[in-house]
Nanobody, 128 residues
């Protein structure tokens, strides 16, 4: 059974850090682009960052560039999202998704892009 499972979401104060994990089962992430997306209450889902699992190339949304870092661990079939200098506007449910045979670009970071698999999400709340 193909599955993506996110974890690591929590309540954190502004300026704090969190690391989200996305673990794949039922398939290997080779030749997939893994994207992180988020959706805040009352807002549309937006792309945060994506990574080519094959060569490690990445793409970031302007809103998180310089604060978030996406990475992968090939041995663990896992992609991470390190989030630093968190702001209240980063509060959202964060989802990971996987799509094959593409590269990380502004297009693959669009929530309208047809990803093959989606996780169930993990809640990140940034508040004092």
């Amino acid at each position: 059974q193909v599955q993506l499972v996110e974890s690591g979401g929590d309540l954190v104060q502004p300026g704090g850090s969190l690391r989200l994990s996305c673990v794949a089962s039922g398939f290997t992430m080779d030749y997939y682009v893994i994207g992180w997306f988020r959706q805040a209450p009352g807002k549309e889902r937006e792309g945060v960052s994506c990574i080519s699992y094959n060569d490690g190339s990445t793409y970031y949304a302007d809103s998180v560039k310089g604060r978030f870092t996406i990475s992968r661990d090939n041995a663990k079939n896992t992609v991470y999202l390190q989030m630093n200098s968190l702001k209240p506007e980063d509060t959202a449910v964060y989802y990971c998704a996987a799509v094959s045979n593409t590269i990380p670009t502004i297009y693959t970071l669009s929530p309208l892009y047809e990803y093959d698999y989606w996780g169930q999400g993990t809640q990140v709340t940034v508040s004092s």
